[in-house]
């Protein structure tokens, strides 16, 4: 009789171990599948702000582009407003050569 219970409670001792194990097995696994999915999200955390960084560093550099282009123009425009301002001023210079020509030659005539 004390063969029978005490193998009963070895019995009933052996599946509480199999169960303990089967459940340290699947806790296992789960925080193993939970350390895969941690470090899916953060490579795909760190690829997207590695994108971001990449596209900040693009936005920036046109943005200087466009900015030294504009200078350039504005550059351009103040060139030409000179050389107007010049052709203008040589134009009014002509008309009071001819006219300082014309007043001499008249002159000389009389």
């Known amino acids: 009789r004390t063969r029978a219970k005490d193998s009963a409670q070895e019995s009933a001792l052996d599946a509480r171990l199999h169960r303990a194990v089967e459940e340290a097995e699947r806790w ?11 470090a ?22 046109e943005r200087n582009e466009v900015l030294k282009a ?15 301002m010049h052709l203008q001023a040589a134009k009014l210079l002509q008309l009071s050569e001819a006219d300082l020509t014309l007043a001499l030659e008249q002159g000389e005539r009389a």
């Open 70 to 84: 504009f200078k350039k123009q504005q550059q351009v425009a103040d060139l030409l407003r000179r050389q107007v």
């Open 40 to 61: 899916a999200d953060a490579a795909l955390a760190r690829k997207r702000l590695d994108q971001a960084v990449s596209e900040r560093g693009r936005a920036t550099k």
């Open 28 to 38: 296992k696994r789960a925080a193993a599948e939970a350390k895969e999915a941690h």
